[in-house]
């Protein structure tokens, strides 16, 4: 059972237009979401978290929302870059259980096209 | 990169043969992880260690093996290598800076079983 899911495997947008991905998830238990990028032939790169007492997080152009109620985050890019073109993964953990096991979506692939 | 060496980075092998990756890192970090990636799954945990000669399970650890002798390295092996473990296997450290922290990930190993 999936407990994480991107239900949308690819994404494509016009650069200097908004990119929103979106994550869902099914464990309440879980307290902590982060994002990650991952460019063909390297490791997965931390972009972006969140901890579930918040409903948003900012860092430049990249913007986290989650909605508790929904069980649902999303990533917003803005402006967004032909250099954003990657996999994104969502990435949820229980934070209780302090043993940093993540769960991972199966990813989005983003193109943005100049 | 969180001072993280994945080796070998790519490796074929045969079915039935013994396989280990290993991960090393350089910064005395408590926990590391192993992670496989399939297309639709996404990332999923093979193991986890969270000290020297502490390690347990994470969600597909069937067929795999783990060994922390060293604070430094964690060995992943596959003690009788199957089609179904080919995959791209990533190392992952855990910065412990408060009650949730990201996880930073190696450059990844390409295993093909034949």
């Known amino acids: 059972d999936q407990q994480v899911k991107q239900n949308s495997p690819s994404l494509s947008v016009q650069e200097g237009r908004i990119s929103i991905l979106n994550c869902d998830y099914t464990?309440?238990?879980?307290?902590?979401f982060l994002w990650y990028k991952k460019y063909p032939a390297e490791g997965p790169t931390f972009l972006i978290s969140i901890s579930s007492i918040k409903d948003k997080n900012e860092d430049g152009r990249f913007t986290v929302f989650l909605n508790k109620s929904a069980k649902h985050l999303s990533l917003h890019i803005v402006p967004s870059q032909p250099g954003d073109s990657a996999v994104y993964f969502c990435?949820?953990?229980?934070?209780?259980?302090?043993?940093?096991?993540?769960?991972f979506g199966q990813g989005t692939t983003l193109q943005v096209k100049p | 990169d969180a001072g993280i060496t994945q080796s070998p980075r790519h490796k074929v092998t045969e079915t039935g043969t013994p396989v280990t990756l290993r991960c090393h890192q350089t910064?005395?970090?408590?926990?590391m992880y192993w992670y496989r990636q399939d297309p639709g799954h996404g990332l999923r945990l093979i193991h986890y260690?969270?000290?020297?000669?502490?390690?347990d399970k994470g969600e597909v650890s069937d067929g795999y093996s783990v060994s922390r002798s060293k604070t430094e390295d964690f060995l992943l092996t596959l003690e009788s290598a199957t089609s179904s473990q080919t995959s791209v296997y990533f190392c992952?450290?855990?910065?412990?800076?408060?009650?949730?922290?990201?996880?930073?990930f190696g450059q990844g190993t390409r295993l093909t079983v034949v």
């Open positions: 464990n309440s238990m879980f307290d902590y």
């Open positions: 910064e005395n970090h408590r926990y």
């Open positions: 990435a949820a953990s229980a934070g209780s259980s302090n043993t940093g096991k993540l769960i």
């Open positions: 260690s969270y000290g020297v000669k502490d390690t």
């Open positions: 992952a450290i855990r910065l412990e800076q408060g009650w949730n922290t990201e996880a930073f």
